[in-house]
Protein backbone atom coordinates (compact mmCIF):
# COMPACT_ATOMS: atom_id res chain seq x y z
CA UNK A 1 0.00 0.00 0.00
CA UNK A 2 2.78 2.43 0.78
CA UNK A 3 3.29 2.19 -3.02
CA UNK A 4 0.06 4.03 -3.77
CA UNK A 5 0.61 7.90 -3.13
CA UNK A 6 -2.09 10.40 -2.35
CA UNK A 7 -2.27 11.93 -5.45
CA UNK A 8 -3.27 7.90 -6.65
CA UNK A 9 -5.98 7.73 -4.20
CA UNK A 10 -7.38 11.15 -5.17
CA UNK A 11 -7.76 10.28 -8.96
CA UNK A 12 -9.27 7.26 -7.96
CA UNK A 13 -11.87 8.93 -5.42
CA UNK A 14 -12.60 11.32 -8.01
CA UNK A 15 -12.67 8.16 -10.75
CA UNK A 16 -15.45 6.77 -8.91
CA UNK A 17 -17.05 9.74 -8.08
CA UNK A 18 -17.24 10.24 -11.72
CA UNK A 19 -18.39 6.70 -12.58
CA UNK A 20 -21.71 6.88 -10.29
CA UNK A 21 -22.38 10.44 -10.41
CA UNK A 22 -22.88 10.48 -14.23
CA UNK A 23 -24.90 7.33 -13.53
CA UNK A 24 -27.02 9.49 -11.76
CA UNK A 25 -27.30 12.63 -13.08
CA UNK A 26 -28.04 10.91 -16.52
CA UNK A 27 -30.93 8.90 -14.58
CA UNK A 28 -32.31 11.52 -13.08
CA UNK A 29 -31.99 14.71 -15.05
CA UNK A 30 -33.30 18.41 -14.22
CA UNK A 31 -36.58 18.85 -15.82
CA UNK A 32 -35.32 22.06 -17.38
CA UNK A 33 -32.50 19.81 -19.59
CA UNK A 34 -33.54 16.37 -19.45
CA UNK A 35 -30.94 13.85 -21.08
CA UNK A 36 -31.02 11.60 -24.40
CA UNK A 37 -31.92 8.52 -22.18
CA UNK A 38 -35.15 10.38 -20.29
CA UNK A 39 -36.21 11.81 -23.48
CA UNK A 40 -35.91 8.17 -25.20
CA UNK A 41 -38.03 7.06 -22.90
CA UNK A 42 -40.96 8.34 -23.91
CA UNK A 43 -40.51 7.30 -27.74
CA UNK A 44 -40.35 3.56 -26.11
CA UNK A 45 -43.78 4.31 -24.82
CA UNK A 46 -45.09 5.77 -27.81
CA UNK A 47 -43.47 2.97 -29.58
CA UNK A 48 -45.95 0.08 -27.85
CA UNK A 49 -48.62 2.27 -28.40
CA UNK A 50 -48.39 2.20 -32.31
CA UNK A 51 -47.17 -1.40 -32.19
CA UNK A 52 -50.83 -2.48 -31.20
CA UNK A 53 -52.32 -0.80 -34.34
CA UNK A 54 -49.83 -2.90 -36.31
CA UNK A 55 -51.11 -5.86 -37.78
CA UNK A 56 -49.12 -7.65 -38.65
CA UNK A 57 -46.06 -6.96 -35.77
CA UNK A 58 -43.36 -7.85 -37.40
CA UNK A 59 -41.42 -4.52 -37.67
CA UNK A 60 -41.78 -4.32 -33.57
CA UNK A 61 -40.16 -7.87 -33.34
CA UNK A 62 -37.24 -7.23 -35.75
CA UNK A 63 -36.39 -3.92 -34.06
CA UNK A 64 -36.49 -5.86 -30.26
CA UNK A 65 -34.55 -8.59 -32.38
CA UNK A 66 -31.77 -6.04 -33.13
CA UNK A 67 -31.57 -4.47 -30.09
CA UNK A 68 -31.24 -8.14 -27.96
CA UNK A 69 -28.77 -8.96 -30.75
CA UNK A 70 -26.36 -5.38 -29.21
CA UNK A 71 -26.51 -6.57 -25.96
CA UNK A 72 -25.58 -9.88 -26.91
CA UNK A 73 -22.41 -8.89 -28.63
CA UNK A 74 -21.73 -6.75 -26.06
CA UNK A 75 -22.16 -8.96 -23.19
CA UNK A 76 -19.69 -11.03 -25.33
CA UNK A 77 -17.28 -8.32 -25.98
CA UNK A 78 -17.12 -7.24 -22.16
CA UNK A 79 -16.28 -11.03 -21.00
CA UNK A 80 -13.75 -11.27 -23.39
CA UNK A 81 -12.42 -8.11 -22.42
CA UNK A 82 -12.57 -9.71 -18.60
CA UNK A 83 -10.52 -12.47 -19.33
CA UNK A 84 -7.83 -10.32 -21.56
CA UNK A 85 -7.43 -7.79 -18.27
CA UNK A 86 -7.17 -11.03 -15.89
CA UNK A 87 -4.53 -12.88 -18.34
CA UNK A 88 -2.65 -9.30 -18.27
CA UNK A 89 -2.63 -9.20 -14.12
CA UNK A 90 -1.33 -12.72 -14.27
CA UNK A 91 2.02 -11.38 -16.28
CA UNK A 92 1.96 -8.11 -14.41
CA UNK A 93 5.57 -8.29 -14.78
CA UNK A 94 5.69 -6.93 -18.03
CA UNK A 95 3.91 -3.80 -17.25
CA UNK A 96 6.53 -2.30 -15.83
CA UNK A 97 9.09 -1.97 -18.31
CA UNK A 98 5.88 0.19 -19.71
CA UNK A 99 5.68 2.37 -16.74
CA UNK A 100 9.43 2.61 -16.61
CA UNK A 101 8.92 4.16 -19.94
CA UNK A 102 6.83 7.11 -18.78
CA UNK A 103 8.93 8.22 -15.91
CA UNK A 104 7.66 5.17 -13.42
CA UNK A 105 9.63 3.91 -10.77
CA UNK A 106 9.99 0.22 -9.89
CA UNK A 107 6.43 -1.56 -8.30
CA UNK A 108 5.59 -4.38 -6.95
CA UNK A 109 3.20 -7.04 -8.83
CA UNK A 110 0.54 -5.97 -6.55
CA UNK A 111 0.62 -2.24 -7.58
CA UNK A 112 0.01 -3.13 -10.66
CA UNK A 113 -2.71 -5.87 -10.14
CA UNK A 114 -4.63 -3.77 -7.72
CA UNK A 115 -4.98 -0.92 -10.79
CA UNK A 116 -5.97 -3.88 -13.21
CA UNK A 117 -8.53 -4.78 -10.44
CA UNK A 118 -10.56 -1.35 -11.22
CA UNK A 119 -11.03 -2.69 -14.94
CA UNK A 120 -12.05 -5.67 -14.25
CA UNK A 121 -14.59 -4.44 -11.71
CA UNK A 122 -16.47 -2.22 -13.93
CA UNK A 123 -15.87 -4.82 -17.38
CA UNK A 124 -17.46 -7.65 -15.24
CA UNK A 125 -20.23 -4.98 -14.16
CA UNK A 126 -20.51 -4.08 -17.78
CA UNK A 127 -21.12 -7.75 -18.34
CA UNK A 128 -23.62 -8.37 -16.12
CA UNK A 129 -26.07 -4.87 -17.15
CA UNK A 130 -25.91 -6.31 -20.69
CA UNK A 131 -26.91 -9.86 -19.19
CA UNK A 132 -29.74 -8.63 -17.59
CA UNK A 133 -30.79 -6.00 -20.37
CA UNK A 134 -31.03 -8.85 -22.64
CA UNK A 135 -33.20 -10.86 -20.18
CA UNK A 136 -35.36 -7.75 -20.01
CA UNK A 137 -35.84 -7.39 -24.04
CA UNK A 138 -37.04 -11.02 -23.39
CA UNK A 139 -39.42 -10.31 -21.18
CA UNK A 140 -40.68 -7.15 -23.12
CA UNK A 141 -41.11 -9.43 -26.02
CA UNK A 142 -43.63 -12.07 -24.59
CA UNK A 143 -45.65 -9.41 -22.88
CA UNK A 144 -45.98 -7.87 -26.54
CA UNK A 145 -47.10 -11.22 -27.68
CA UNK A 146 -49.61 -10.98 -25.01
CA UNK A 147 -50.96 -7.69 -26.49
CA UNK A 148 -54.34 -8.71 -27.69
CA UNK A 149 -55.09 -7.99 -31.65
CA UNK A 150 -58.33 -5.94 -31.13
CA UNK A 151 -57.35 -2.52 -29.61
CA UNK A 152 -60.56 -2.23 -28.35
CA UNK A 153 -59.87 -4.80 -26.01
CA UNK A 154 -59.13 -3.43 -22.07
CA UNK A 155 -55.97 -5.25 -21.82
CA UNK A 156 -54.40 -4.04 -25.09
CA UNK A 157 -53.47 -0.56 -23.19
CA UNK A 158 -52.59 -2.25 -20.10
CA UNK A 159 -49.82 -4.53 -21.79
CA UNK A 160 -48.44 -2.03 -24.01
CA UNK A 161 -47.86 0.56 -21.11
CA UNK A 162 -46.32 -2.69 -19.27
CA UNK A 163 -44.55 -3.29 -22.25
CA UNK A 164 -42.91 -0.30 -22.38
CA UNK A 165 -41.93 0.20 -18.61
CA UNK A 166 -40.32 -3.00 -19.32
CA UNK A 167 -38.42 -1.97 -22.71
CA UNK A 168 -37.08 1.04 -20.96
CA UNK A 169 -35.52 -0.98 -17.69
CA UNK A 170 -33.96 -2.41 -20.49
CA UNK A 171 -32.43 0.68 -22.30
CA UNK A 172 -31.29 1.54 -18.48
CA UNK A 173 -29.25 -1.22 -17.89
CA UNK A 174 -27.78 -1.27 -21.37
CA UNK A 175 -26.93 2.56 -20.90
CA UNK A 176 -25.43 1.07 -17.24
CA UNK A 177 -23.27 -1.15 -19.23
CA UNK A 178 -22.47 1.03 -21.74
CA UNK A 179 -21.11 3.27 -18.87
CA UNK A 180 -19.11 0.78 -17.15
CA UNK A 181 -17.42 -0.11 -20.41
CA UNK A 182 -16.32 3.85 -20.99
CA UNK A 183 -15.12 4.32 -17.54
CA UNK A 184 -13.09 1.04 -18.16
CA UNK A 185 -11.31 2.44 -20.92
CA UNK A 186 -10.27 5.31 -19.01
CA UNK A 187 -9.24 3.29 -15.68
CA UNK A 188 -6.34 1.57 -17.96
CA UNK A 189 -4.73 5.07 -17.83
CA UNK A 190 -4.09 4.59 -14.24
CA UNK A 191 -1.48 2.10 -15.73
CA UNK A 192 0.29 5.01 -16.82
CA UNK A 193 -0.33 7.67 -13.58
CA UNK A 194 -2.49 9.47 -11.26
CA UNK A 195 -2.13 12.59 -13.38
CA UNK A 196 -3.18 10.27 -17.12
CA UNK A 197 -5.95 8.67 -15.10
CA UNK A 198 -7.19 11.75 -13.75
CA UNK A 199 -7.34 13.46 -17.70
CA UNK A 200 -8.85 9.91 -18.66
CA UNK A 201 -11.51 10.79 -15.89
CA UNK A 202 -12.62 14.61 -17.78
CA UNK A 203 -12.61 12.71 -21.02
CA UNK A 204 -14.70 10.27 -20.01
CA UNK A 205 -16.97 12.73 -18.34
CA UNK A 206 -17.28 15.14 -21.14
CA UNK A 207 -17.71 12.56 -23.67
CA UNK A 208 -20.48 11.05 -21.48
CA UNK A 209 -22.47 14.11 -20.19
CA UNK A 210 -22.31 15.86 -23.80
CA UNK A 211 -23.70 12.61 -25.70
CA UNK A 212 -26.24 13.14 -23.03
CA UNK A 213 -27.21 16.80 -22.88
CA UNK A 214 -25.74 18.66 -25.68
CA UNK A 215 -25.25 16.07 -28.60
CA UNK A 216 -27.31 16.71 -32.13
CA UNK A 217 -29.34 13.91 -31.98
CA UNK A 218 -30.83 15.30 -28.17
CA UNK A 219 -31.84 18.45 -30.51
CA UNK A 220 -33.79 15.87 -33.06
CA UNK A 221 -35.51 14.05 -29.99
CA UNK A 222 -36.34 17.39 -28.79
CA UNK A 223 -38.07 19.06 -32.12
CA UNK A 224 -41.53 19.22 -32.02
Request: charged share 15%.
Amino acid sequence: MDSFAFLDALALALFLIAWGGTGWVVEHPPASRLSVSVLMAQYRRDWMVEMLTRQPRIFDAAILSSLRQGTTFLASAAMIAVGGVLALAGNAEQLQSLATGVGEGLQPVVFWQAKLALVALLLASAVFKFIWSNRLFGYCAVVMAAAPNDTGDARATRRAAQAAEINIRAAVNFNRGLRAVYFALAGLAWLIGPHALLLATLVTLWVVLSREFASASRTVLLEK
